[in-house]
């Protein structure tokens, strides 16, 4: 079976590493000529709006997947014609815009913040005086890692600010006070069959995931699966999808949905019996779901603008190293680490390590 | 870093697969259009013995390894002028000659069944006359998975055997009454760090290995790590090797050794800490080695011939296929399963579903 990617960055990289051994083979269509998966596949090297080498790519592939949800419409609807896409061209719809992300949450009764349309600085005037402050603007569509956001938390912050993101559509967000961010990283086959990792809790630094811890039999597993369940069974979703929520007052308000493999969930690779790319793979393939159950107690620490020493990096037990093969740049996401432990207090330790490491 | 790997079969797939995340490139040399690890690197298409290219490969690559020990003699010679080359040449020649590896066996004392040197018919009768019947005529190289041997049990199976098998260089071996089959995955870094997997109990049929179960403090484990790390020393070995016993009498008996990564090594992608695929790169890379510590209970089961239906395969819990990308061809090896479980009883009750998939 031929797997078509529209991306091929390390997400992408990381799919064909776990599909591989099911035999699967792998195209890529990326414009980036150093696009890190292409190793590890055929690369088409072409915008994402070339028709003729999404012509190409279909007439080549069994199913079309995608890396990154800000893939646009257009193409998947030119993609759909010819070949099955997953996840559909609905669910893109609605998870590369904040908006209907936040309105499909309201429609479902999952709490999430409160928050406003904006499509003028007079919106936001308004926007602002009904939600308060603080509050976050954010364009609806292609923000990531903290890009295209705003925190507002006084007056003078609002003046002007629709203007300095682009005057693009936005999405304000009420701020909420939450004490901590956790993930459930989710799978749906085309079946139906709906599987869910542990929560996992989530550090952030300037916007960008810096460490993920995945969660032992955490109080809000059952909330959040049943929250994240809603929306997929409304999307009748397929692959793997990551939801964030913020913890709040001992609930959960969810924050946003990525239809993909996630940051969130590398852990997986060596963490959980089955991964979240080759859970990924087998749901968008009609395979038999894997297990997400937990081996041993796992974290993820990402290396942002460059991958620290490989001898040092590996001489580390229990460490497993991801080097996404990407040249070094300042706040890109290069590689990440893998911690698998037996028990928590082990893994705590090994934690203070990489950050030690990591901080050079 | 770049590795050139001589090969590009199924043990050059799993190299890459396992070396990719460590931020290494790989570049196959295969004479095969079909080379099964071509897809997860570059593949230059010529013989061992093509200098033009065994010359492009040593200006490409970092330094150069080996996917089988059949190499000509000349193809390592000519490497090691320009790259280097591990494990070594001498290890090399020793490995691929049944008759240099068992004199090397019985010069570091290690217990190796009988056996002689033939180079003709007169030796053959000669060395059944003195070793004794039943015994086992296996050509010096180029042997694997059966072929190449045949066993000797009355004096009617003597007559012109020599001449069945090649009239090449041969040796006969004494027929070893044992009671089992176990293989020592080692590795033993630049530095000559050296470190063992756990024991492996292996089942072969038809002179190919169908099952791989690995031990739980075997008793014997200490004895064959003494004898192994003779071997290694000696060669002042650089990578993974493989050693086979007999077990005999509650002791062990060398069989052979594979200078590089084994079948009966597979189970330690999910079975072990570090996979022996990751600690041959760690090794030869200069890199300190990875944990040979067990994750679990494990066992690799073989498809021989076809692997079995994805979709039955990979609904089988704690199952994880590896499928090789290659034709389905009567008595070839396509891919393995690994099974990780909790406990043996749980493993056992695996391997017998796993099996039942295999008969159909």
């Keep these: 079976m031929k797997i078509g990617v529209i991306g091929g960055g390390q997400l992408g990289r990381m799919l064909a590493l776990a599909g591989t051994p099911l035999g699967m083979n792998f195209a890529f269509l990326d414009p980036a000529p150093d696009a890190c998966a292409a190793p590890l596949g055929e690369h088409l090297r072409a915008d994402y709006g070339d028709q003729d080498h999404l012509r190409q790519l279909a007439d080549e592939v069994d199913l079309v997947t995608f890396e990154f949800e800000s893939v646009p419409a257009e193409t998947v609807a030119f993609l759909s014609q010819f070949v099955p896409v997953y996840p559909s061209a609905d669910a893109l719809r609605i998870a590369r815009d904040r908006l209907f992300e936040k309105s499909l949450f309201r429609d479902l009764g999952i709490p999430t913040p409160a928050f406003a349309d904006i499509l003028s600085q007079a919106d936001l005037d308004a926007a602002v005086a009904s939600i308060g402050l603080p509050a976050v603007l954010k364009t609806r569509t292609l923000g990531y890692d903290g890009k295209g956001q705003k925190v507002l938390r006084t007056a003078a912050d609002v003046v002007d600010t629709f203007a300095e993101l682009g005057s693009v559509p936005c999405l304000l967000e009420g701020f909420v006070p939450f004490t901590g ?180």
Tied chains: 1, 2.
């Design 181 to 360: 961010e956790v993930s459930l990283i989710a799978v749906r086959g085309r079946d139906g069959e709906t599987r869910f990792y542990p929560l996992v809790h989530n550090t952030h630094d300037s916007g960008i995931l810096r460490l993920s811890v995945a969660s032992d039999a955490h109080p809000l597993q059952a909330l959040a699966e049943d929250y994240v369940g809603r929306v997929l069974d409304k999307l009748d979703y397929v692959g793997v999808m990551a939801f964030e929520f913020f913890e709040v007052d001992g609930g959960l308000k969810a924050n946003e949905i990525a239809p993909r493999v996630h940051n969130s969930g590398h852990w997986t690779i060596e963490g959980a019996e089955c991964s979240q790319f080759e859970n990924h793979l087998r749901a968008v393939a009609g395979l038999p779901l894997g297990s997400t159950a937990k081996v041993g107690e796992s974290a993820m620490l990402n290396f942002i603008g460059e991958v620290p020493d490989v001898a040092r990096t590996v001489a580390i037990d229990d460490c497993h190293l991801h080097h996404y093969g990407k040249a070094f740049k300042v706040g890109r996401k290069v590689g990440h680490a893998t911690l698998r432990c037996h028990d928590m207090p082990s893994l705590r330790a090994k934690i203070a390590e990489v950050e030690a490491l990591i901080a050079g």
